[in-house]
């Protein structure tokens, strides 16, 4: 399978305007926002998993990078509560599950062969910065050569300047609305995912203000 495969290419959707498709375990769900491949796939989405489901123990062989976006998610590590930030290195096993079901935005078979640190941030609670420009608040996630993971902030009424991405950029805003000068003038509502191919120059502001998770440098590997 191939959806919005080419990372040459810009890629804009609204999540929630997708239907929930089955996946081959009972009472887990998802979104595709882009895929390259079969049931072993590089690929990111957004998983709903209803209560008491769960997915059968399997091996991220190109890693595993998960947000959870609402309820609880969990596997034999622990309980990850809305919020939580969780990076399985390369070759890590899990079996995850859901008690009371819980839906996470993950991408799959993404990382450096080399990367090997497990990351697990609740959010929530973890310390913010400043970001460069006014309005803005950084939560760093993670940092590996050329990718660079982070939750940003924006008041209403931030500007963010004109950035250079010679390796790519990638977007999901999480709360409130991103609107984008990129050439279309457009307002991206909370579930949109954007991916700006590598050498992309975008410049965004947020009228009404903005939670975004952003990933760059990622897309020239």
């Known amino acids: 399978m191939?959806?919005?495969?080419?990372?040459?290419?810009?890629?804009?959707?609204?999540?929630?305007d997708l239907d929930w498709v089955a996946s081959p375990m009972a009472g887990v769900y998802r979104r595709?926002?882009?895929?390259?491949?079969?049931?072993?796939a590089r690929a990111t989405s957004i998983v709903r998993y209803e209560p008491q489901?769960?997915?059968?123990?399997?091996?991220?062989?190109?890693?595993?990078?998960?947000?959870?976006?609402?309820?609880?998610?969990?596997?034999?590590?622990?309980?990850?509560?809305?919020?939580?930030?969780?990076?399985?290195?390369?070759?890590?096993?899990?079996?995850?599950?859901?008690k009371a079901g819980g839906t996470i935005f993950v991408k799959l078979q993404q990382f450096h062969s080399l990367d090997q640190q497990r990351v697990c941030i609740d959010t929530k609670v973890a310390a913010w910065r400043d970001g460069l420009v006014s309005g803005t608040k950084v939560l760093p996630l993670h940092r590996y050569r050329d990718e660079v993971v982070s939750l940003i902030r924006?008041?209403?009424?931030?500007?963010?300047?004109?950035t250079f991405y010679p390796g790519g950029e990638e977007i999901l805003v999480l709360e409130g609305e991103l609107d984008d000068d990129?050439?279309?003038?457009?307002?991206?509502?909370?579930?949109?995912?954007?991916?700006?191919?590598?050498?992309?120059r975008q410049r965004y502001r947020s009228e009404r203000g903005c939670l975004l998770y952003r990933k760059t440098g990622h897309l020239a590997r």
């Open 182 to 200: 990129a050439g279309c003038d457009k307002t991206h509502k909370k579930g949109t995912w954007i991916r700006n191919p590598p050498g992309s």
């Open 53 to 98: 489901s769960f997915f059968s123990s399997h091996t991220h062989s190109g890693g595993e990078e998960f947000l959870v976006l609402e309820g609880v998610f969990s596997d034999e590590n622990g309980d990850y509560s809305a919020g939580t930030y969780i990076r399985n290195p390369v070759g890590s096993t899990h079996t995850p599950f859901s």
């Open 154 to 162: 924006c008041e209403p009424g931030v500007t963010l300047p004109e």
């Open 32 to 40: 595709m926002l882009d895929r390259d491949g079969d049931e072993i």
């Open 2 to 16: 191939k959806l919005h495969a080419d990372l040459t290419r810009r890629a804009v959707v609204n999540s929630l």
